[in-house]
Every structure is written in C-alpha cells, then in structure tokens.
C-alpha cells in the first residue's frame, strides 16, 4: 500500500501495442522541478488491480517491461503531456483527484458500484428557456469574471445581460428548431459509453450533469447518491480543459462534495482533458478525411478548424491552458492526417465571442473574409471545442459563417460533424474511464461538513438595489455603450 501527501494532479499514459493492454504507467506530480517525482506501475488483466511497482526518480520514469520511457521536466501541478517514446502511439490524459491527500488503495471488485458523470453545458429545450439558461451562465463566476470587490455584482449583472441578450440568442435557437439539442445528444452519449464499458467487462451507471440547464450537476449529483455509487469517474464533454468550461463545472462538484460527508468520501477520479488521445485524434482525423473526400478536388481545400473563443484575459491573466492545449490538439490532428498522406493547408480561428472585451484572436468570422479576399475556393469547417452538435455548429456554422464564406469568396464550403456517437471515440472515451478508475480518490476522510453561509434577504435585496445603481453606470461607459450599437451582446 503506497501513501502520499504530495499528489494534486496525476496523469497516466496507456500504452497500446504494448501487448499489456491495461498496463499502464501513472505519475504522481506536485513537487517543484528538478526535485521527485513518483511514478507508480500496475499491471492487470482487468485494470482493477492494485499497485505491483513503485519508482521514485528524479524528472524522468522508465518503465522497462514495455519499453515505455517518459521524460519531464514537469512543474508542479502539471498535467503531464509528455511522449512514449518507443511506443507506436502516444496516448495521454491528464487526470486529477479531487483531493489533496492521495491515498493509493487497492479496490476491490466487491460490491463496487462504479458511475460515470459526463458534465456538459446543457441548453435551453424550448424559446422560453433562453432567458433563465443565460442568467445561470452569467451567473457564473467563471464566464463573467469580476474582481472580489465587484462579486455582488454577479447576478445583477447576469440578469441585466441574459434579458439584453436573449432575443438574439433565441434567434439562434429558433433557427435549429427551437431548442438546443444538447440535453437528447449528451443522454445519447451516455448510453453509448455505458454500453461500451459493459462491452469491456466494466459495469457503470452513467449520469449527465449539465452546468447551466436540465439536469443540472446537482440532480446528478443526487441520484449518484440515491444509487450508493462507490467510485466514480468525472469526464467533461470538453476535449480542451478551459475555465469557463470543464474548470467552473469541477469548481462545483468540488463545492458540493467538500459540503456533503458522504460525497466527501467517494473516490473520485476526474479527467481534466483528453484532446491529446489518440483515439480521439484519430476520430477526428477520420471526420475530416470523409469530408474531405466529398469535395472535387480534396486536396486544394483548406482545413478550417472554429474553436470556442474565451476572452483574453482568461489566458493571459488566470492561465487558462485552453488555448496552448487547443494549438496541441490541431497539431496533433494535422500530425495524423500527414501520416495518412493529407497535407492540406489549414488554420484555426476563434468564434463565438460575446461582450465587449477583446478575445482569443483571430476571429472566425475576420479570417474567412481575409480568406475569400486571397482567393481561397473551397474550404472545410472544422469545430473543435464541442464533441455535439449544438448552437454554434448549427446554427453560428451552418447558416452565418457559411452565408459569410461564400458572400466572401469561397465557393465550396463544407463542415465536419462533430463526433457524437461515432464509435471509435465512444470506445475511447470508455478506455479514459476504465484508466481513470485506479486514481479515483476521495476528497476528504473525514466527517467535516461545512455549514451553509446563511441567506440574508434583507442583505441581499440592498446588494441588488446598490448593485443594479452600478450596473447602470458601468453600462453608460462608452465601451459598453459602443458594444450595445454594434448588437455584441
Ligand atoms: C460570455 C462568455 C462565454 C464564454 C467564456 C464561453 C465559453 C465557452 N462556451 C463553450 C461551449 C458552448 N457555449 C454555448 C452557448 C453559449 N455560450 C455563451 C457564452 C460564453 N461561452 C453564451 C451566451 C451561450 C448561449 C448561446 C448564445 O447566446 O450564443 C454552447 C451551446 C449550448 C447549446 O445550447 O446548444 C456551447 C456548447 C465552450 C467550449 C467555451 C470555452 C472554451
Ligand atoms: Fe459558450
């Protein structure tokens, strides 16, 4: 039985081909560069067993039964992306343990219950739900960031800008049919991964837990409880880690659990991000190649890839990897397809901004008038943020930046669908639960539960009066007033 205090984020690599086909290598890493890091071998027939070898080297693992070799240096906290060397693919996740204090243990096959809880954003099911749907996304201290002083500010604000920006985003919503379809695709997604577990021996119940809309976290949360889960795995649908995403949805789950005795002592393994996996890197290459092969001439056209825009500041001020990781995972897809002898050109671009400060450059819809003006011809979207369908492929894609494209120049457009229920990445996805499992940690051992701060109404109506006076006058300031002529939010 190993202990540790040091671990915060783990990661571990599988190694396919390695003929050990749960074998795997996991490092522990939350000491400063150039001091130790613990690496921790298992094998298994069944990826359940326990610990069989521990090596503790400094900035580098080898692992000699399978030829697999990993070099650091590594940062403390990092999740560690680093390549298999001698090995036919590089698979890696990043994976973190809610908890400070890691405990390796060996589980037990008996009586485990083990679940799955996918996070998503959810979306608005019919036009009437857009309004609220935004409030609860502006209520969101990780969308609409403001400084602590300013943090009452927070649903005052939300209210203010989800009723200024609901007609335009019903707009959209009517456009696909008057709703998102994202709660029908994510309970899709469920299934296809549970059956792909018990395809692979791994009996799990698999909720949806959705950050803005029906069914919310908390109602996940819930049944995990009422169904006595004993281990689970926390997978966000978001390929790429950012803090408006996967960030704020785990910052919840960890306020709930923190506060709940039994929760609090549920192992829990969540992965943080997945975009380096080579199923999923081969999924998409997949996509692109069929979509590619629908065009006259595939080889002259240009690979388009649209990812979810964040502001700036996320990046550049709270050191959200979202864009690093977004640059990797493009190289990544670029990588395989020149293995498969498809060197198109491509490019990224940044869509979907809202509000008036500046965000991740360059703009989706900027760099496809530039590229209409160079004369490109034919042109393949390629969204990258989101594995459904939802608004901004359907809706943002398919009817603006497409009418966009081809009022620019391009005359042939076409768009890659997004993975969905595609099976090579559902079987995937399964494998990153089946790896995760081993590291599932609970937050706390002890029976701590933190009280509930206690709601003042009185409080609470004078920080919306005061706070509705300053909204007023922050929405007088030229910036916001020059946002709302150009219809930004
Ligand atoms: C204002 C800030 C926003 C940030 C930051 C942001 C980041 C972000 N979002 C996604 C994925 C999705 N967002 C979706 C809808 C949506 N997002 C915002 C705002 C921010 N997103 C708004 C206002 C909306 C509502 C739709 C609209 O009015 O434009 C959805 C769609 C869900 C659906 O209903 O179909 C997805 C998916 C990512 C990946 C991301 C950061 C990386
Ligand atoms: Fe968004």
Redesign the pocket.
């Known amino acids: 039985m190993e202990t540790t205090s040091l671990c915060r984020v783990l990661s571990y690599t599988k190694l396919p081909g390695s003929g050990l086909c749960n074998s795997d290598v996991r490092f522990l890493s939350s000491v400063p560069r150039g001091r130790h890091l613990a690496c921790f071998s298992r094998h298994s027939s069944n990826g359940f067993s326990g610990l069989s070898k521990t090596l503790v080297i400094s900035n580098s693992c080898s692992k000699t039964q399978n030829h697999a070799v990993l070099k650091g240096p590594f940062l403390s906290g990092d999740i560690i992306q680093k390549r298999i060397l001698n090995s036919q693919a590089n698979w890696s996740v990043g994976v973190c343990t809610l908890g400070e204090n890691v405990e390796s243990h060996h589980a037990h096959a008996t009586e485990e219950k083990i679940g799955v809880l996918l996070l998503?954003?959810?979306?608005?099911e019919t036009l009437q739900d857009?309004q609220p749907?935004?409030y609860n996304?502006?209520a969101d201290p990780d969308?609409?960031r403001l400084p602590r002083l300013f943090k009452f500010l927070q649903r005052p604000l939300a209210k203010l800008i989800s009723v200024l920006?609901a007609p335009?985003?019903k707009e959209?919503?009517a456009a696909?049919g008057g709703?998102?379809?994202?709660r029908r695709l994510t309970d899709e997604q469920a299934n296809a991964i549970r059956m792909a577990l018990e395809a692979k021996n791994v009996k799990a119940n698999v909720y949806v837990g959705m950050r803005y809309?029906y069914p919310f976290t908390e109602e996940a949360i819930e049944q995990i409880k009422r169904d006595r889960i004993t281990k689970l795995v926390v997978l966000p649908l978001?390929p790429?880690f950012?803090i408006?995403?996967t960030g704020s949805s785990v910052r919840v789950l960890h306020d709930i659990f923190r506060e709940d005795a039994y929760l609090s002592r549920l192992p829990v393994s969540v992965i943080l991000s997945w975009y380096q996996r080579q199923g999923y890197i081969s999924s998409m290459a997949d996509l692109i190649k069929e979509e590619l092969e629908k065009f006259a001439k595939p080889e002259e056209v240009m690979i388009f890839f649209s990812?979810?825009?964040?502001?700036v500041s996320?990046v550049e001020d709270a050191g959200d990897p979202?864009k690093d990781q977004m640059e990797e995972c493009i190289y990544l897809i670029m990588q395989e397809l020149k293995a498969r002898g498809i060197a198109n050109d491509h490019t990224l671009a940044y869509q979907?901004r809202?509000?008036p400060v500046q965000w991740l450059k360059p703009y989706t819809d900027e760099v496809l008038v530039e590229l209409g003006q160079k004369g490109v011809k034919s042109l393949l979207a390629v969204p990258i943020?989101?594995v459904?369908e939802?608004?901004?492929t359907?809706e943002?894609i398919d009817m603006e930046y497409k009418h966009l494209a081809l009022e620019s120049g391009i005359e042939n457009w076409g768009r890659v669908p997004a993975l969905g229920c595609t099976s090579s990445f559902i079987t995937d996805l399964a494998d990153a639960i089946v790896e995760a499992l081993p590291s599932a940690k609970a937050l706390s051992a002890s029976r701590e539960v933190t009280e509930e701060p206690e709601y003042d109404p009185v409080r609470y109506l004078v920080k919306l009066f005061f706070g509705s006076i300053l909204a007023f006058f922050l929405l007088l300031t030229p910036r916001v007033v020059h946002a709302f002529r150009n219809h930004v939010f």
Not at 307 to 311: E, F
């Open positions: 998503n954003l959810g979306g608005p857009v749907f935004l996304l502006f969308i609409i920006r335009k985003s959209g919503y696909i709703g998102s379809p994202l809309w978001y790429q950012s408006s995403t990812a979810h825009g964040v502001p996320y979202y979907s809202v509000g943020s989101f459904s939802h608004i901004e359907l943002e």
